[in-house]
């Protein structure tokens, strides 16, 4: 089902506090980046009982890093991050437009969200610890539930998706007529244009040369190495300076760890593109569109190929 969303620019730049809602929901999100705090004093929606987001970089690794918080004046909290935490350029606060976001809600919201942010596995959490989840109403625990629906959409828009995992589940089956049958293992498999353009069911290719054995999953963002996927040990002259930097950098967060003569991802991780990810694995410039393949051999090229035939025969049967 699609949403409404509203953004407004305070000053009227991307970068300045931005205020976000989703009609008909009784939400909020404020995003303001750490330079412009002290101008958050004008702004009544942060005055209220919320949750919020601290967002920036972990010093040690490297990586994108977020603190969850909850407070019953979010304000007031926030004051305190300024001396107290270093790390974050950028927070986004959730409140309600209402009167009825009370301090079991936003406790419940807390450890919600460092449960899905810790699950997905795309920053790096640095609460301490998960807070017990308290004891709601059925009714009220529902509430919340949608609201954090509200809370990931918004997130995502407003550039951080923090808590949506890298390869989305399945969402929806497939009907039997879009199903084609592998000769090689009698398992069943999507090839329709509706499922590539559409992601109705994400797609999980592998990779088999030089001896390495893949598994990745195209998603909107890119396609996800899936976690357990083989890797090479040594590099080659081809292999780009970008892309040996990127591999080094893997190696060096743990990404990628020795197993065995090879290496094997102790995570899914995203890549820009099919053959970033393929030379990355294998250690040498590889074309990816032509060696990720479904399990009947089709490749990555061919099924983008096919989803740009089927468009183009849909626009010329409505002219």
């Not at 750490?34 to 919020?52: A, H, T």
């Not at 890093?65 to 974050?88: N, Q």
Request: charge should be negative; aromatic fraction near 8%.
């Amino acid at each position: 089902m699609g949403k409404q969303i509203r953004i407004y620019l305070a000053d009227g730049t991307s970068t300045g506090i931005r205020h976000a809602e989703i009609t008909n929901w009784s939400g909020q999100a404020l995003a303001c980046p750490r330079s412009r705090f002290s101008e958050l004093k004008d702004w009544e929606e942060i005055k209220r009982p919320g949750v919020y987001f601290l967002f920036g970089i972990d010093d040690e690794t490297g990586d994108e890093a977020v603190y969850i918080g909850e407070s019953e004046v979010v304000l007031d909290r926030l004051s305190s991050h300024l001396t107290g935490k270093d790390f974050w350029s950028e927070l986004i606060a959730f409140t309600s437009k209402d009167d009825h976001l009370t301090k079991g809600h936003v406790k419940y919201l807390e450890s919600k969200l460092i449960q899905l942010s810790t699950s997905a596995n795309r920053y790096l959490v640095t609460n301490t610890a998960a807070p017990q989840l308290p004891s709601l109403p059925r009714a009220d625990r529902d509430a919340m539930e949608e609201y954090l629906e509200s809370v990931k959409s918004l997130l995502g828009v407003l550039g951080h998706r923090v808590l949506d995992p890298y390869a989305s589940p399945i969402r929806a089956p497939l009907p039997t007529d879009t199903l084609k049958t592998s000769p090689q293992n009698n398992t069943e498999f999507s090839v329709s244009s509706d499922a590539l353009y559409g992601t109705t069911q994400p797609l999980t290719f592998s990779l088999q040369t030089s001896g390495l054995t893949a598994r990745a999953t195209r998603t909107d963002e890119g396609l996800v190495v899936l976690t357990g996927s083989e890797a090479a040990t040594e590099t080659r002259n081809s292999l780009s300076n970008g892309y040996r930097s990127l591999r080094e950098s893997l190696i060096a967060s743990g990404v990628f760890q020795r197993v065995d003569g090879k290496y094997e991802t102790t995570k899914d991780y995203l890549f820009k593109s099919p053959s970033q990810a393929a030379a990355v694995l294998v250690g040498y410039s590889i074309n990816g569109r032509d060696h990720w393949r479904l399990p009947d051999g089709t490749s990555y090229g061919a099924c983008e190929q096919e989803i740009s035939n089927s468009l183009l025969n849909q626009l010329n049967d409505k002219k």
